[in-house]
């Protein structure tokens, strides 16, 4: 099963052309989504789009820069919700950058997954062990009356 | 109302059962190289594994003579369908990436 997400794009033009569609936020939005990055580690920025209801997701990633090696590489979080605060997909993302003869090779890694699954397979777990402890709870009630708790 | 023969709170009860999820979260498995993680016999884990599946859990496929089990997207947040759509997701900015930066050098020339 994939767990992360790999593309790999050549673009024949230099590797400082492209880096500023990258960490340009107004380029950025020409092709990405509307933004409030800045190139600074530690920077807490937004992407905005349309809530994606498949995924249950409002359309807010929820992002921090995580390294910037200039013309090289880039690496930001990549997180998402519901809505209210709540995290359900918390991935990372990483563009690499390599300089060829007649262009730019860039390299995108959206990795993550997996733990997210993890979260998922807990969130359920705890999610069900509620419910069914609700269940049992109403079948002693029948039983035994609800004089007992 | 029909009941399951084994409900979700029955399945994960047990500590195996967890642990055979935990194992299959991380890749599809047969049911003999699951049973390798375990000190119990085969008729054992393939107990476990039928109140897994009963309890949709797990899907399981025959291939050849292996019997491979695999966890079931449905009740784990589609992680599938998050990787497809990010994947497709990515691919549509790039390719959109694409034209803006020929055009941007085209206007240069």
């Not at chain 1, 992360?4 to 990405?32: D, G, R």
């Not at chain 2, 994947?87 to 694409?98: I, Q, R």
């Amino acid at each position: 099963m994939t767990k992360s997400i790999h593309h790999q794009f050549f673009f024949p033009h230099p590797p400082e052309m492209v880096w500023e569609y990258l960490t340009n936020a107004e380029l950025m939005a020409q092709w990405l989504m509307k933004n409030d990055f800045q190139p600074i580690v530690g920077h807490e920025f937004q992407f905005r789009t349309n809530p994606i209801p498949s995924l249950d997701i409002d359309g807010i990633m929820y992002c921090t820069v995580l390294e910037i090696i200039p013309f090289k590489k880039l690496s930001y979080s990549w997180k998402a919700g519901p809505g209210g605060g709540k995290i359900t997909l918390d991935t990372v993302v990483v563009w690499e950058l390599q300089s060829k003869e007649k262009g730019t090779d860039l390299l995108l890694e959206h990795s993550g997954f997996l733990e997210i699954e993890n979260l998922s397979l807990y969130n359920g777990m705890t999610d069900g062990w509620l419910k069914n402890v609700n269940k049992i709870a109403e079948r002693l009630n029948a039983k035994y009356g609800t004089t007992i708790i | 109302m029909v009941q399951p023969s084994f409900d979700a709170f029955q399945a994960i009860a047990d500590p195996s059962r967890r642990k055979m999820l935990r194992l299959l979260s991380k890749d599809s498995l047969t049911i003999n190289s699951l049973g390798e993680h375990f000190d119990m016999s085969r008729p054992a884990v393939s107990k476990h594994v039928k109140i897994l599946h009963a309890a949709g859990f797990i899907s399981i496929q025959d291939i050849g003579r292996e019997r491979h089990c695999t966890l079931k997207q449905d009740g784990f947040h589609h992680l599938q369908e998050w990787i497809d759509y990010f994947d497709k997701f990515w691919v549509s900015k790039l390719k959109k990436l694409e034209t803006l930066l020929n055009n941007k050098s085209q206007n240069k020339k």
